[in-house]
């Protein structure tokens, strides 16, 4: 392949990692995605290719959704032990955040509700609202109708909107004002100021740190106040499992404080905070050592700010 034809490629490569990132919900697999769409273009005839994004864009996309349409795939997500894997402020494959839409599209919540959508809904409403495809468009890259785009795209919609139940956008400072609080509660054990700082619906979603078979989910405010109160507090056990005692960071992670566990310049825990109208709406707690893997490889190239518990 000559020069022309990779740089053509790689001009490409953020954006395809970045909407593979948005289907699939994992970098390990949208790495995998981008790399299989490299191979085809490596060996399509590009003479005959007149746009090569679009062509790019399309391939990318129908290599995503056969992923996830896979026998392993819908296997390992209708087992209810998956989350999306959490990406750290700044990380490229996050993609385009200008608007709120492209902003949300990334956002832990999303990820995880898009799961509840076919993967063709699931595609229609990634190209629509975070890369601002036209219906048109779409149908080219899927193969659909136009209005059968538009019929996706509502559907979608309204389901996200139905499960989101959000309020106003939360300016970052003011979030990391809510995650402070909140986490100097939970390391107090003051449990009525945890209930008292979450949404009347609050959901609490964890992985078990990767030793649950399914996904571990809370509801009510009181068991999620119980559930981060147990979680926030030390044991030997828990300083065995993590490898040490973690210092806890707070930090931006697809858009959403966190708090980090951070051993060694390692992260072993994160959990994500979804804010709504100046209270906590949910939560996600990612421990298993697979999901964070790129996070920490991030995180040692980052300045965080000191850490808000140094000792554990």
Same mark, same amino acid.
């Given at each position: 392949?000559?020069?022309?034809?990779?740089?053509?490629?790689?001009?490409? +490569?953020? #954006?395809?990692?970045?909407? !593979?990132? %948005?289907?699939? @919900?994992?970098? $390990? *697999?949208?790495?995998? =995605?981008?790399?299989?769409?490299?191979?085809?273009?490596?060996?399509?005839?590009?003479?005959?290719?007149?746009?090569?994004?679009?062509?790019?864009?399309?391939?990318?996309?129908?290599?995503?959704?056969?992923?996830?349409?896979?026998?392993?795939?819908?296997?390992?997500?209708?087992?209810?032990?998956?989350?999306?894997?959490?990406?750290?402020?700044?990380?490229?494959?996050?993609?385009?955040?200008?608007?709120?839409?492209?902003?949300?599209?990334?956002?832990?919540?999303?990820?995880?509700?898009?799961?509840?959508?076919?993967?063709?809904?699931?595609?229609?409403?990634?190209?629509?609202?975070?890369?601002?495809?036209?219906?048109?468009?779409?149908?080219?890259?899927?193969?659909?109708?136009?209005?059968?785009?538009?019929?996706?795209?509502? +559907?979608? #919609?309204?389901?996200?909107? !139905?499960? %989101?139940?959000? @309020?106003?956008? $939360? *300016?970052?400072?003011? =979030?990391?004002?809510?995650?402070?609080?909140?986490?100097?509660?939970?390391?107090?054990?003051?449990?009525?100021?945890?209930?008292?700082?979450?949404?009347?619906?609050?959901?609490?979603?964890?992985?078990?740190?990767?030793?649950?078979?399914?996904?571990?989910?809370?509801?009510?405010?009181?068991?999620?106040?119980?559930?981060?109160?147990?979680?926030?507090?030390?044991?030997?056990?828990?300083?065995?499992?993590?490898?040490?005692?973690?210092?806890?960071?707070?930090?931006?992670?697809?858009?959403?404080?966190?708090?980090?566990?951070?051993?060694?310049?390692?992260?072993?825990?994160?959990?994500?905070?979804?804010?709504?109208?100046?209270?906590?709406?949910?939560?996600?707690?990612?421990?298993?050592?697979?999901?964070?893997?790129?996070?920490?490889?991030?995180?040692?190239?980052?300045?965080?700010?000191?850490?808000?518990?140094?000792?554990?």
């Amino acid at each position: 392949m000559d020069s022309a034809a990779i740089g053509r490629f790689e001009a490409s +490569r953020g #954006r395809l990692a970045s909407l !593979a990132y %948005r289907l699939l @919900g994992s970098a $390990t *697999d949208a790495e995998d =995605a981008v790399q299989d769409t490299f191979l085809r273009w490596q060996a399509a005839d590009r003479e005959r290719i007149d746009v090569p994004e679009a062509w790019l864009t399309k391939v990318l996309t129908n290599l995503c959704l056969d992923r996830l349409r896979s026998a392993q795939a819908r296997h390992e997500r209708a087992a209810g032990a998956w989350l999306p894997e959490p990406l750290l402020e700044g990380d490229p494959m996050l993609g385009p955040a200008d608007t709120f839409e492209q902003r949300e599209s990334v956002s832990l919540a999303v990820l995880t509700l898009m799961e509840r959508l076919s993967p063709v809904e699931r595609a229609v409403y990634v190209l629509r609202e975070a890369f601002a495809y036209s219906h048109a468009e779409i149908a080219g890259i899927l193969g659909i109708t136009e209005s059968a785009s538009q019929q996706h795209v509502h +559907r979608a #919609r309204i389901h996200v909107a !139905a499960e %989101r139940r959000r @309020g106003a956008e $939360t *300016d970052p400072a003011s =979030a990391r004002r809510i995650v402070e609080e909140f986490l100097a509660a939970a390391a107090s054990g003051r449990t009525e100021r945890l209930v008292a700082m979450l949404t009347d619906d609050v959901t609490a979603v964890s992985d078990g740190a990767g030793l649950a078979r399914r996904l571990l989910r809370y509801t009510t405010r009181e068991r999620v106040a119980s559930y981060v109160r147990a979680g926030f507090k030390p044991t030997p056990a828990k300083r065995r499992l993590a490898g040490g005692s973690p210092a806890f960071h707070i930090a931006l992670v697809n858009g959403s404080p966190a708090v980090l566990a951070v051993i060694d310049d390692r992260v072993v825990g994160a959990v994500a905070f979804d804010i709504s109208d100046g209270k906590v709406a949910s939560l996600y707690g990612i421990a298993a050592a697979e999901r964070l893997t790129r996070l920490s490889g991030a995180w040692r190239q980052y300045e965080p700010d000191a850490p808000v518990i140094t000792a554990w």
